[in-house]
């Protein structure tokens, strides 16, 4: 069961652009087990949206099943939501998106969700650049079920029953690369500084904007031997960059010393400012990416960080010429033009 929180708060609390404060962007009282990493990204969530001042009923979430998508009830209570079976979760957003592209899409998902039953949803989502942020919280572990290794893994990892796991992990984000995805970034639950900005930066992106989260199970792996824990993932992790979300609203101030700095210019005018830390990396080439996502994997770090942006990325709607008009907002008169306009099509047709 859940539990709600009160709905009074400070009248001096800070509002944002819109009115809300930021205690309008949360659900109820999170269930999951004390520590869990995906209660730390759904605070991600909740202080993303308050900072790009985004009014709740422009945002539909969507989820499948696991201990992750249970996290949208934690988050945007005055939100669209649609919690969908197990694996299913991008083709309901499909629909729904196809429907009405007037809101933004944010889609909550596992690495048993994803990796497993719902692998061929997760890449016909990508190969369609479906305008979405897909966010995996990855733990490698399946959680709701005692524990068992999922497909993300790592090999040779130690289960907290204390066997090696002996199979390749799937690397989402290598996979996402590999399908040319649009956005691909990688953080950890832990690190919301990186990961706030990256939320962001994928709410703005037009197209399928992915992000893997590292992120550990307190309950399952979170013990010696885990490659998914959270001392493991400290004493790893290597950021491609130091990250900063800038609305096109606000003036640009930022100094950076010359030679580390790259300004990734979003299709609405936003931008995401980079401080670069590997000279080989290129958030622009995709090959460049990969290259560094297996060179930081043979080294057993995990990268993190925005890994891949295009900046040519048209979405499903540009890709397929539909109707600028929301599905639900089309008249009478637009969807039955008239038996002229029918006759028409059918002699072109002949």
């Given at each position: 069961m859940s539990y709600v929180k009160p709905k009074f708060y400070h009248p001096s609390l800070k509002k944002n652009k819109v009115g809300y404060v930021k205690a309008d962007y949360e659900g109820v009282i999170s269930t999951l087990c004390a520590g869990c990493g995906h209660d730390s990204i759904s605070g991600a969530i909740v202080q993303a949206c308050y900072e790009i001042s985004l009014e709740p009923h422009r945002l539909a979430k969507l989820s499948g099943i696991g201990c992750s998508s249970k996290t949208p009830t934690y988050f945007l209570s005055n939100s669209h939501g649609f919690n969908s079976v197990h694996g299913r979760m991008?083709?309901?957003?499909?629909?729904?998106?196809?429907?009405?592209?007037?809101?933004?899409?944010?889609?909550?998902?596992?690495?048993?969700?994803?990796?497993?039953i719902g692998m061929g949803q997760f890449v016909h989502a990508i190969r369609r650049n479906l305008n979405m942020v897909y966010i995996v919280m990855n733990n490698g572990c399946y959680g709701l079920t005692?524990?068992?290794?999922?497909?993300?893994?790592?090999?040779?990892?130690?289960s907290k029953a204390?066997?090696?796991?002996?199979?390749q992990a799937i690397d989402l984000a290598g996979l996402a690369l590999e399908l040319n995805a649009s956005f691909v970034a990688r953080s950890f639950s832990g690190d919301k500084t990186q990961?706030?900005?990256?939320?962001?930066?994928?709410?703005?992106?037009?197209?399928?904007?992915?992000?893997?989260?590292?992120?550990?199970?307190?309950?399952?792996?979170?013990?010696?031997?885990?490659?998914?824990?959270?001392?493991?993932?400290?004493?790893h992790i290597e950021a491609t960059s130091a990250l900063d979300f800038v609305?096109?609203?606000?003036?640009?101030?930022?100094?950076?010393?010359?030679?580390?700095?790259?300004?990734?210019?979003?299709?609405?005018?936003?931008?995401?400012?980079?401080?670069?830390?590997a000279p080989d990396w290129d958030p622009h080439d995709r090959f460049s990416?990969?290259?560094?996502?297996?060179?930081?994997?043979?080294?057993?770090?995990?990268?993190?960080?925005?890994?891949?942006?295009?900046?040519?990325?048209?979405?499903?709607?540009?890709?397929?010429n539909t109707s600028n008009k929301p599905l639900n907002k089309l008249t009478q008169d637009e969807l039955c033009?008239?038996?002229?306009s029918l006759e028409a099509i059918n002699q072109s047709l002949r």
């Amino acid at each position: 069961m859940s539990y709600v929180k009160p709905k009074f708060y400070h009248p001096s609390l800070k509002k944002n652009k819109v009115g809300y404060v930021k205690a309008d962007y949360e659900g109820v009282i999170s269930t999951l087990c004390a520590g869990c990493g995906h209660d730390s990204i759904s605070g991600a969530i909740v202080q993303a949206c308050y900072e790009i001042s985004l009014e709740p009923h422009r945002l539909a979430k969507l989820s499948g099943i696991g201990c992750s998508s249970k996290t949208p009830t934690y988050f945007l209570s005055n939100s669209h939501g649609f919690n969908s079976v197990h694996g299913r979760m991008p083709s309901i957003t499909t629909g729904a998106n196809m429907a009405n592209r007037e809101l933004i899409y944010l889609g909550v998902s596992g690495d048993g969700d994803t990796a497993s039953i719902g692998m061929g949803q997760f890449v016909h989502a990508i190969r369609r650049n479906l305008n979405m942020v897909y966010i995996v919280m990855n733990n490698g572990c399946y959680g709701l079920t005692k524990g068992q290794d999922s497909a993300t893994a790592d090999f040779g990892s130690v289960s907290k029953a204390g066997a090696e796991n002996p199979y390749q992990a799937i690397d989402l984000a290598g996979l996402a690369l590999e399908l040319n995805a649009s956005f691909v970034a990688r953080s950890f639950s832990g690190d919301k500084t990186q990961l706030v900005p990256l939320i962001k930066a994928g709410m703005a992106h037009p197209g399928f904007a992915f992000i893997d989260v590292i992120s550990p199970c307190v309950t399952f792996n979170n013990n010696k031997g885990s490659t998914k824990s959270y001392s493991h993932v400290r004493a790893h992790i290597e950021a491609t960059s130091a990250l900063d979300f800038v609305p096109h609203e606000e003036e640009i101030t930022v100094e950076y010393n010359e030679g580390t700095e790259v300004t990734v210019e979003l299709f609405d005018g936003s931008k995401i400012n980079l401080g670069k830390l590997a000279p080989d990396w290129d958030p622009h080439d995709r090959f460049s990416a990969v290259n560094k996502l297996h060179a930081a994997k043979s080294q057993g770090q995990i990268l993190t960080g925005l890994l891949y942006i295009n900046k040519e990325s048209q979405d499903l709607h540009g890709k397929l010429n539909t109707s600028n008009k929301p599905l639900n907002k089309l008249t009478q008169d637009e969807l039955c033009p008239g038996n002229e306009s029918l006759e028409a099509i059918n002699q072109s047709l002949r």
